[in-house]
């Protein structure tokens, strides 16, 4: 990657809700692997990362007519890690490695 941003990728939409707080989460598998692009799920973690989606917002409205399962282009920009270039949320490091998941800031998310 050139840098964070991605414009149009595709996946499977394999989860979505929302939080206490009432914003949505949602987590997107790459086509053909095992690599998630995700929002935290909860307010502790997202914290520094900003990357759930405010309740009432275009995006939330849009995701909100979406299903499990649906085959989604989406455009974000991954979140910068410390210890890596991008963020990533496994807690082990054999997830990390085996089937990664990358906090993303979405832009957009549409069925493909």
Same mark, same amino acid.
């Given at each position: 990657l050139r840098n964070l941003a991605v414009q149009d990728w595709v996946g499977t939409l394999r989860d979505m809700g929302t939080n206490?707080? *009432? %914003?949505?989460?949602?987590?997107?598998q790459l086509a053909g692997s095992k690599i998630e692009v995700k929002?935290?799920?909860?307010?502790v973690s997202d914290i520094g990362d900003k990357s759930l989606i405010e309740t009432g917002s275009e995006l939330y409205n849009k995701i909100s007519n979406l299903? !499990? *399962? !649906?085959?989604?282009? &989406?455009?974000?920009? &991954?979140k910068?890690?410390? !210890?890596?270039?991008? %963020?990533?949320?496994?807690?082990?490091?054999?997830?990390?490695m085996t089937s990664p998941a +990358?906090? @993303?800031? +979405? @832009?957009d998310v549409s069925v493909y």
């Open positions: 206490s707080d *009432g %914003k949505a989460y949602i987590v997107i929002t935290w799920n909860n307010a299903s !499990k *399962g !649906k085959t989604v282009r &989406f455009t974000g920009t &991954f910068q890690g410390e !210890k890596d270039y991008i %963020k990533e949320a496994s807690l082990t490091e054999s997830g990390s +990358f906090i @993303m800031g +979405f @832009m």
